[in-house]
């Protein structure tokens, strides 16, 4: 009996956690398109450019929700950069569920760029005492959001 006890707890903690991921990802999962860097080539059949030592794989909506469901630490990425226009992407829900953003700045020629840490991406940098992991840019009615940081230029 209590074998089955701690099976069923056991059960419903793995629901609540992939509930928690899954809901945390519709926050992402609007975008219009998604750029993949990484070290490796994948196995699967995606168009790719290569440029020094990095890959970079593109991919509209439907084709990168269908790449983020796989596991992406067995792929060697190096970063991802989420694009959305502007109706798609609700910045006061982003600041909601990341751990910590910067307030905007607007140094760059009308640029908004905020920096910040979200713990459903485990890499990181320390910048000035803080965890720092993604980098968000709105300009021209797009948001680019970039993990760590966005390597591809705004």
């Not at 009996?1 to 519709?26: S, W």
């Amino acid at each position: 009996m209590k074998r089955m006890i701690a099976f069923l707890f056991l059960i419903i903690i793995l629901c609540c956690i992939a509930f928690f991921k899954h809901n945390n990802f519709n926050l992402f999962n609007k975008f219009d398109k998604l750029l993949v860097v990484t070290n490796n080539k994948f196995s699967q059949n995606y168009d790719y450019i290569e440029n020094g030592n990095q890959i970079y794989y593109s991919f509209n909506n439907e084709e990168g929700l269908e790449f983020l469901d796989y596991n992406l630490s067995d792929k060697n990425i190096v970063g991802l950069t989420f694009y959305f226009y502007e109706e798609k992407f609700n910045i006061n829900e982003f600041k909601n569920a990341v751990n910590f953003i910067t307030s905007e700045s607007n140094d760059l020629e009308n640029y908004k760029i905020y920096y910040g840490y979200y713990n459903g991406f485990k890499k990181f940098e320390m910048i000035n005492g803080k965890k720092i992991n993604f980098q968000l840019v709105f300009h021209n009615k797009t948001y680019i959001l970039g993990f760590p940081m966005i390597l591809n230029g705004f």
